[in-house]
């Protein structure tokens, strides 16, 4: 069956620490994205790729950081330098990244802080 | 203000009830979407629309490009139905890639 998978589902982060959230998928989209979802808002996009080994900020990029070393795979890192990380991951992938078109989403991973 | 706003916020139905879901939205756009997130967390894209009417099983999507307004409507409700329901455009400026803009959600509680 192909899609998308995020593991962990549940995280935990320690203070000062970095932590590092996967998304797989097996669609052979060339476009990946990250969305942060917080209670009572809409999601917000993280970061997003059309093509392996580029990658673009979205509207809050700031203490996050991603890589596209293979089509496949988008991991994205919680810095220590995000101030307020709790919330809920989600990836996307779809076609092309163009207009128009579906995205398929990940179950999610919940990030929280201990 | 939110460039999408979806209402009501929470809505709780009766089971068989018909269901109305509104998007408002204040910018041009492409394409908007209605997308449905399971309590587990997970997201399914219900439907893509550029314009008029979209109907899957007891799903029924409009949109008014003029008005600037989409509803999602639910026929015969059920509590499997009990979800949120989001609202994304696709705004005309974003480019290629750039991004869906997200509704807050709109929480479905149908009760057996």
């Known amino acids: 069956d192909g899609g998308i998978t995020q593991s962990p589902k549940y995280l935990f982060r320690k203070e000062g620490q970095n932590v590092t959230l996967s998304c797989e998928q097996n669609l052979n989209h060339d476009a990946m994205y990250w969305y942060r979802q917080d209670p009572g808002q809409g999601l917000r996009l993280i970061y997003y790729?059309?093509?392996?080994?580029?990658?673009q900020k979205g509207d809050i990029a700031e203490g996050y950081s991603v890589s596209r070393e293979k089509k496949e795979s988008f991991p994205l890192t919680v810095t220590s330098a995000q101030k307020n990380p709790t919330a809920f991951y989600l990836c996307?992938?779809?076609?092309?990244?163009?207009?128009?078109?579906?995205?398929?989403f990940g179950p999610g991973t919940r990030l929280l802080v201990l | 203000k939110n460039e999408v706003e979806q209402s009501p916020q929470n809505l709780t139905a009766q089971e068989g009830e018909f269901i109305t879901i509104n998007c408002s939205y204040s910018v041009g756009i492409s394409a908007l979407h209605w997308l449905q997130q399971h309590p587990g967390g997970g997201i399914v894209s219900l439907f893509m629309?550029?314009?008029g009417k979209k109907k899957h099983g007891r799903l029924i999507a409009t949109i008014n490009i003029q008005e600037k307004h989409s509803s999602l409507h639910i026929t015969a409700s059920h509590p499997r139905d009990s979800a949120v329901y989001i609202c994304a455009v696709h705004p005309i400026s974003s480019g290629s890639a750039r991004q869906l803009t997200f509704g807050s959600g709109t929480q479905l509680t149908v009760l057996p």
């Open positions: 996307a992938s779809s076609i092309a990244g163009g207009l128009l078109e579906t995205q398929y």
């Open positions: 629309l550029s314009s």
């Open positions: 790729s059309q093509i392996v080994n580029d990658f």
